[in-house]
């Protein structure tokens, strides 16, 4: 089983603020990446996808990928209260016979008002 | 489309029962997953599936759990006998091919008392 990690939190963050949330993963021939935004009692559901090295920007959304490093990052700029949620990190075990979408434990991010 | 279909939302049972879960991908979708989420271990893949064939079962945790697909347009996750450590929120996702993400149905929230 290949592995996903993040930090599980609670990150507590200001309204206005960045919040920064990380995610390491263990298999070097992960192709795709994704962050899953599950409010309290619902379904996760995907708000940032990147496939290759560098930024990607969705309107307040950063994801940053550094496959070297097995890092993925992804960062939400001017957080609102409504941002309150935890983001789980997925990686698609894409390299070689099969199609796992494999998910980290998630990171609670708490936005105070 | 509707999404992903789960049913039902929440189901209490006892011990020692059988317990059907039900899921109705989105149309077109060729993989299906199983996935259940705790506290503790988070959101963990059980099984998938490639055009109604099960390509990975290894997250299955044992011989009381199975899972088929008769048909593109659904798929069942039976525990028998249930145990209490079974209860838990079980997803269903869906995704096509080359698409990566994954969409997920509202989840079946499992409580063996």
């Known amino acids: 089983q290949k592995e996903v990690e993040q930090n599980s939190g609670p990150l507590s963050v200001p309204e206005g603020a960045i919040a920064s949330l990380n995610c390491t993963y263990s298999d070097r021939v992960s192709q795709s990446f994704f962050w899953y935004r599950q409010y309290s009692g619902k379904s996760p559901e995907l708000i940032m996808s990147i496939y290759s090295n560098g930024d990607k920007e969705d309107g307040r959304f950063t994801a940053q990928l550094n496959k070297a490093s097995q890092y993925v990052s992804l960062l939400i700029r001017d957080s609102q209260p409504s941002d309150s949620a935890t983001y789980l990190c997925?990686?698609?075990?894409?390299?070689?016979?099969?199609?796992?979408?494999?998910f980290g434990t998630g990171t609670l991010l708490a936005v105070q008002p | 489309d509707a999404g992903v279909i789960q049913s039902p939302r929440h189901e209490v049972t006892e011990m020692g029962q059988e317990v059907t879960l039900r899921c109705k991908p989105i149309?077109?979708?060729?993989?299906l997953f199983w996935y259940r989420q705790t506290m503790m271990r988070g959101l963990e893949l059980l099984i998938y599936?490639?055009?109604?064939?099960?390509?990975?079962d290894s997250g299955m945790p044992e011989d009381r759990f199975s899972a088929k697909m008769p048909n593109a347009s659904f798929s069942t996750l039976k525990i028998q006998p249930s145990e209490p450590r079974d209860s838990a929120v079980y997803f269903c996702?869906?995704?096509?091919?080359?698409?990566?993400?994954?969409?997920f149905g509202q989840g079946t929230r499992l409580t063996v008392v």
């Open positions: 996702a869906s995704r096509s091919m080359g698409q990566g993400f994954a969409f």
């Open positions: 997925a990686v698609d075990d894409y390299g070689g016979a099969t199609n796992k979408l494999i």
């Open positions: 599936f490639n055009n109604n064939v099960p390509i990975d």
């Open positions: 149309s077109g979708h060729d993989y």
